[in-house]
T-cell receptor
Framework: LAKTTQPISMDSYEGQEVNITCSHN???????ITWYQQFPSQGPRFIIQ???TKVTNEVASLFIPADRKSSTLSLPRVSLSDTAVYYC??????????????FGQGTTLQVKP | DVKVTQSSRYLVKRTGEKVFLECVQD?????MFWYRQDPGLGLRLIYF???????EKGDIPEGYSVSREKKERFSLILESASTNQTSMYLC??????????????FGDGTRLSIL
């Protein structure tokens, strides 16, 4: 099972770029890497997903090196509203397999003015 | 937008009671999941289901069971509630994998207290 490790907390200031790295040394061939954001009293919200190299959407970028043993979520120019817990998820799920889903411990990002 | 609805935001029950947590999704997703979330432990998977009447154990299934009689509804059952099951419970759904990872859509959670 691919276990993930991410920093417990990070601080940043408004306008800065934030990079959160997740380590997943035992990632399997068919595993995807997915990041979620969670605000207090809400369920997690999907941010971005990738398999290899780089993925970018309107919210974030995800960098995955060739060995796929880690991944980095990049948030450009953060604002106070980006203060949240960010989870790294590694797993393949669905009716085609019985792979279990692994959430990291989560990184609490605090954005300061 | 996908809507995942959990029947209660807050619930208080007593030790030994049988507790039902209900979850409904409106996007015809094949997969549904139950997690619990505790401070310092993040999200942990209890059970998941990839089809009606199908279920698979997650990382912490002990003390729980599930039911999926209809595609849109996934129920979590605490057969005999105990105080260590006080937690935030989160339901999620996703499309079937079909060889590609699919993001999960979460409800807003049920905060369950067992007294």
């Amino acid at each position: 099972l691919a276990k993930t490790t991410q920093p417990i907390s990070m601080d940043s200031y408004e306008g800065q770029e934030v990079n959160i790295t997740c380590s997943h040394n035992n990632i399997a061939t068919n595993d995807y890497i997915t990041w979620y954001q969670q605000f207090p009293s809400q369920g997690p919200r999907f941010i971005i997903q990738g398999y290899k190299t780089k993925v970018t959407n309107e919210v974030a970028s995800l960098f995955i090196p060739a060995d796929r043993k880690s991944s980095t979520l990049s948030l450009p120019r953060v604002s106070l509203s980006d203060t949240a817990v960010y989870y790294c998820l590694v797993g393949a799920h669905g009716s085609s397999n019985t792979g279990k889903l692994i959430f990291g411990q989560g990184t609490t990002l605090q954005v300061k003015p | 937008d996908v809507k995942v609805t959990q029947s209660s935001r807050y619930l208080v029950k007593r030790t030994g009671e049988k507790v039902f947590l209900e979850c409904v999704q409106d996007m015809d997703h094949e997969n549904m999941f139950w997690y619990r979330q505790d401070p310092g432990l993040g999200l942990r998977l209890i059970y998941f289901s990839y089809d009606v009447k199908m279920k698979e154990k997650g990382d912490i299934p002990e003390g729980y069971s599930v039911s999926r009689e209809k595609k849109e509804r996934f129920s979590l059952i605490l057969e005999s509630a105990s105080t260590n099951q006080t937690s935030m419970y989160l339901c999620a759904s996703s499309l079937s994998d079909r060889g590609r990872g699919q993001p999960q859509h979460f409800g807003d959670g049920t905060r369950l207290s067992i007294l």
